[in-house]
């Protein structure tokens, strides 16, 4: 069942779009995350679904039912925010109450579902607590922990975790996906981690100048990406794009010392140059073959990732296996195989397949 739908969905603030025509449906229980580049529209859409922006033109449905022009409070939407907003002078449980206390629901229904919500949270303990003695995970699951007892149905999170080192985001990532298979909770996530899209994800929407560049689950998009936009996008380090040529119907890399990476390539169409697209893991180096210098390398320990200036002056970046001991300065050959290439249009970026 579709638990969140938009229906082409525009919105002008004075006279600039910066959301068009975006339709998106998530299930029921589905975990399903925004990403692209900062301003593409991506809080203004979780503002638009949260009820706090008025559409230009389209429909939101929840649950089925239009709630384009529906109060926020009436919609069952928790909104967690980067930076929480949680009120400075409350308690932990005042804080994760406070929609309950507004309402005036009873004290003890009150008790029960903060006491349950800090369970879940582990929380119990830091109740009495402000939010200034907290740590930020902490404080993030107090965010959580409001939405939660608010008895939202669905949930909408803006970049919850960027402000958290990187030790305590793996654990809110941990965290958070439990909490969603725990409650069947529909999450609609906001992120610029690539590793939090690809890991958390059921399905991804890949945004870019407030429309909707391509969705679907993390490894569709990872291995079918319908365009040079999202290729680049999905996947880190990024894909490596350089120009091909084709020349007498063969694909050729000029700055991979016209390198043939494609035999009688697309005979009848009129194109002779396009971009090609190959990622980082894909690129083998062997130390016979001196062609090309690694200009620096990054030991990540397990992976190196090394970076090449090539003669066009276009970069490239190779990873390599640690244990292969690569070293900045050295000279290597570079190796693609055919299957793992991409090709894309030079002019539209749409994926030529
Ligand atoms: N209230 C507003 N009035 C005018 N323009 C706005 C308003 N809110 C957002 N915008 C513009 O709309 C565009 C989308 O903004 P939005 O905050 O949705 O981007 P975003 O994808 O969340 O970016 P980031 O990743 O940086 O958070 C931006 O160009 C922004 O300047
Ligand atoms: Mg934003």
Redesign the pocket.
């Known amino acids: 069942m579709v638990a969140v739908s938009l229906s082409k969905v525009s919105k002008n603030?004075?006279q600039?779009e910066?959301i068009r025509d975006v339709s998106i449906d998530v299930n029921q229980g589905e975990f399903c995350v925004f990403v692209?580049p900062?301003?593409?529209?991506?809080?203004?859409?979780l503002r638009l679904i949260a009820g706090l922006e008025e559409p230009t033109n389209g429909k939101i449905a929840i649950d089925g039912e239009d709630v384009t022009f529906v109060d926020p409070a009436t919609r069952g939407i928790g909104m967690v925010f980067q930076n929480y907003a949680l009120y400075p002078h409350m308690t932990v449980e005042e804080n994760m109450s406070f929609g309950l206390r507004m309402n005036n629901t009873p004290k003890p229904e009150i008790e029960k579902k903060v006491s349950e919500a800090a369970k879940m949270l582990r929380l119990s303990e830091l109740r009495k607590r402000k939010p200034a003695s907290l740590s930020g995970g902490q404080r993030q699951r107090v965010a959580i922990g409001r939405a939660l007892v608010k008895g939202a149905k669905v949930f909408l999170f803006d970049?919850p975790l960027s402000n958290l080192d990187a030790e305590l985001r793996v654990e809110m990532r941990i965290e958070i996906t439990r909490l969603h298979r725990e409650l069947g909770a529909t999450i609609i996530y906001?992120t610029?981690d690539q590793t939090e899209a690809m890991t958390m994800a059921d399905k991804i929407v890949v945004l870019r100048d407030?429309h909707v560049e391509q969705k679907g689950k993390p490894l569709d998009l990872y291995n079918n990406p319908v365009n040079k936009f999202v290729a680049g996008f999905i996947g880190s380090p990024s894909m490596n794009f350089l120009k091909g040529k084709i020349i007498k119907n063969d694909l050729i890399i000029p700055s991979l010392g016209n390198l043939i990476v494609k035999k009688n390539f697309m005979l009848n169409k009129n194109i002779s140059e396009i971009t090609v697209g190959i990622r980082p893991h894909d690129i083998s180096l062997k130390k016979s073959g001196k062609e090309h210098k690694i200009e620096f390398i990054e030991n990540l320990g397990n992976v190196s990732f090394c970076h090449f200036k090539l003669q066009d002056s276009s970069n490239l970046i190779a990873e390599s296996s640690t244990k292969l001991a690569f070293a900045s300065q050295d000279m290597v050959g570079i190796l693609l195989k055919e299957k793992d290439i991409y090709f894309f249009n030079n002019k539209s970026g749409a994926r030529i397949t």
């Open positions: 603030f004075d600039t910066v692209g900062s301003g593409c529209g991506k809080s203004t859409l970049e906001v610029h407030g």
